[in-house]
């Protein structure tokens, strides 16, 4: 029997739709040795042919010296795009080779994985344009559903490895029982989910009550019982305060700049001279149109939060989905002043498309995990920047 696996609700019957658009977004995508050896191999032989007849191993796959020994090279791109994307929109090792012997990004891709001891929680990346399309279905409730069956239907599942890890910590000196954070972010999930709060107070109502649970002290009692009291109690807060003010936005948002390597800068930075008048003129009078989508995005960083796993406490998990929030809110801001309109349906989607890119994809995890501690570690900054 396969482990327990959990996934909102939303994302259970994700299928690829074969846009292709994710191999031309200019994502960075590691190849194992073994497997460039094996698509090297295949070429040889004749097996698999690439677009534009390129044979040359130095355009195929581009060396990058930070990568780990075991996938020292990426996927060669030509203006964004995957050098085996072939015009029609298929990948070449995928039509001539089949699935195995893709690089295993391109297989997994867009699932994101933890792997702990309650099971494997999967969400998805919405880079890819059907899982962002997914975002804004209406026709079931947001929640964390198990054992869904379509999900089960893969037998292997790669990610983030924590089944021999120590529970997710409260903060720098407490850890929960892997019960208790899965009750959290069922609760998280929850939250976000009513349709009473804005998606702004529900990020404010959780990082109150998150801030009330980690001030558990052992003459509390239980800190299981402490949590959950904590999860029925607390009210949304002023929601220019937890970094979800406007400047606030702007500032998390080039904090994220910088956890970009070199290796994945794609062209200059995005300008954000006008990023405050986009964000007042053609975003926020259109933002609540469409909380539904942004409640559920959010929620999907809410759940298999690798922070939570590998960061220091509750602060640094829930300030990487205040950073998630300021990165739709700025990329929204900068498709509406590249189109020239107000926020629409098709805008949105884009720039959840273009935020996930950056989040997911873009972004070192190491980098991300350290902006996320300052929030645990620095006392003075906390959740209020
Ligand atoms: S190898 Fe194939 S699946 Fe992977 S990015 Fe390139 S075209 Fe897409």
New binding site residues.
């Given amino acids: 029997m396969g482990p327990t696996l959990h996934a909102l609700s939303i994302h259970v019957d994700y299928r690829c739709a074969g846009t292709?658009l994710?191999?031309a977004s200019g994502?960075r995508?590691p190849v194992e040795r073994s497997v460039r050896q094996h698509i090297t191999r295949l070429m040889a032989e004749g097996r698999i042919a690439v677009p534009g007849g390129e044979t040359d191993p130095e355009v195929l796959f581009e060396r990058c010296d930070e990568l780990p020994e075991s996938r020292s090279a990426l996927?060669g791109t030509r203006g964004g795009r995957?050098?085996?994307?072939e015009d029609s929109g298929l990948?070449?090792?995928?039509r001539q080779a089949g699935h195995s012997a893709?690089?295993s990004?391109?297989q997994h891709?867009p699932r994101i994985c933890v792997l702990h001891p309650l099971g494997v929680s999967v969400t998805l990346s919405h880079l890819c344009p059907t899982a962002a399309e997914m975002l804004f279905r209406e026709d079931r409730p947001l929640a964390i559903v198990v054992n869904p069956p379509i999900l089960s239907e893969r037998e292997t599942w790669e990610g983030l490895d924590a089944r021999e890890a120590l529970p997710p910590m409260i903060c720098p000196d407490a850890l929960m029982r892997w019960e208790d954070h899965a009750h959290w972010e069922r609760h998280m999930v929850a939250t976000l989910a009513r349709g009473d709060l804005t998606p702004e107070q529900a990020l404010g109502l959780l990082a109150a009550q998150g801030e009330m649970i980690r001030s558990w002290r052992e003459s509390d009692g239980e800190f299981s019982e402490h949590l959950r009291r904590c999860c029925d109690e607390g009210r949304p807060s002023e929601s220019g305060s937890h970094g979800l003010g406007i400047e606030s936005t702007e500032a998390i948002f080039r904090e994220l700049l910088h956890c970009i390597p070199p290796s994945a800068q794609i062209g200059p930075p995005p300008c954000l001279d006008h990023f405050a008048d986009h964000l007042g003129r053609s975003v926020q009078p259109h933002w609540l149109e469409f909380q539904g989508p942004i409640r559920r995005y959010l929620a999907s960083k809410a759940f298999a939060n690798w922070i939570a796993y590998q960061g220091q406490g509750m602060r640094s998990a829930l300030f990487a989905v205040i950073a998630a929030h300021a990165s739709l809110r700025v990329h929204a801001a900068l498709r509406c002043e590249e189109a020239g309109r107000p926020l629409d349906r098709d805008l949105l989607r884009e720039a959840i498309r273009d935020s996930d890119l950056l989040l997911v994809h873009r972004m070192s995890r190491e980098l991300f995990t350290a902006l996320c501690d300052r929030r645990e570690l620095d006392v003075s900054d906390h959740l209020t920047t």
Avoid at 82 to 85: A, H, I, P, W, Y
Avoid at 91 to 94: D, E, L, P, R, T
């Fill in positions: 292709s994710c191999c994502w995508i996927l995957c050098v085996f994307l990948c070449a090792i995928h893709l690089p990004e391109c891709f």
